[in-house]
């Protein structure tokens, strides 16, 4: 490890909402921050699905770079097998800034809430909890269940940010990306990143959807 490297811990588990995940990947390597990502299992067959991305581990920079679509030759960026339980992350030696788990399945949700750590996603979240730094879920189901809700409660009052995939409109937002990007910029709000990926509230009703019309008019 790099003296001094403090990344962010992003893990992607099974739950459809991939493009979440790559938004918010995008937003945190682009600010040139260090970045650990973890993908499930599972999360490789839903990427597959929604995306056609087929990640493989001894050629990962280069699936990354295609689905992210931008050169990652001098990114900061570690990628962790699942199955890699004596990863760095497994560790609570190793100094993250934390870790925002994007989307989180109900399975990963539950392991996590109970401390499974049936995998270094789980163990890497369940270390994050352990070292009081900062945890960001985001659930992307619907409806929850009771058994959902108990453990999205446990999270909460374990110390991690609950944050469900859901976009509000006021932000203005014209397609569907802008709805993805509603969702990153609050994941990013939450972990204290900066970002410019939505227009915020001003007290001004139609201020955000003008400022959309007027970005549009100059490109």
Do not use: C, N
């Not at 993250?96 to 990963?108: C, I, L, N």
């Amino acid at each position: 490890m790099t003296a001094g490297r403090r990344p962010w811990v992003v893990g992607v588990s099974g739950a459809s909402g991939t493009p979440y995940a790559r938004a918010v990947l995008t937003a945190l390597v682009s600010t040139g921050l260090p970045v650990d990502l973890v993908v499930s299992r599972a999360a490789r067959l839903t990427l597959l699905d929604e995306t056609g991305l087929s990640l493989r581990d001894g050629y990962w920079r280069e699936d990354l770079a295609g689905w992210l679509d931008r050169d990652l030759a001098g990114a900061d960026l570690a990628y962790h097998p699942a199955g890699d339980l004596a990863a760095a992350p497994a560790s609570g030696s190793y100094p993250t800034r934390g870790m925002v788990v994007v989307p989180a399945s109900t399975a990963a949700v539950a392991g996590i809430a109970l401390g499974l750590s049936k995998d270094l996603l789980q163990r890497a979240a369940d270390v994050t909890l352990k070292e009081r730094r900062p945890l960001v879920v985001v659930p992307r189901e619907t409806p929850y269940t009771r058994g959902t809700l108990q453990h999205l409660l446990s999270l909460h009052d374990a110390g991690a940010t609950v944050l469900p995939a859901s976009p509000a409109f006021y932000a203005g937002a014209k397609d569907v990306q802008q709805l993805v990007d509603f969702i990153a910029a609050k994941v990013l709000d939450a972990i204290g990143v900066e970002h410019d990926l939505l227009h915020r509230w001003t007290g001004r009703l139609g201020a955000a959807r003008k400022a959309w019309e007027g970005r549009e008019g100059r490109e």
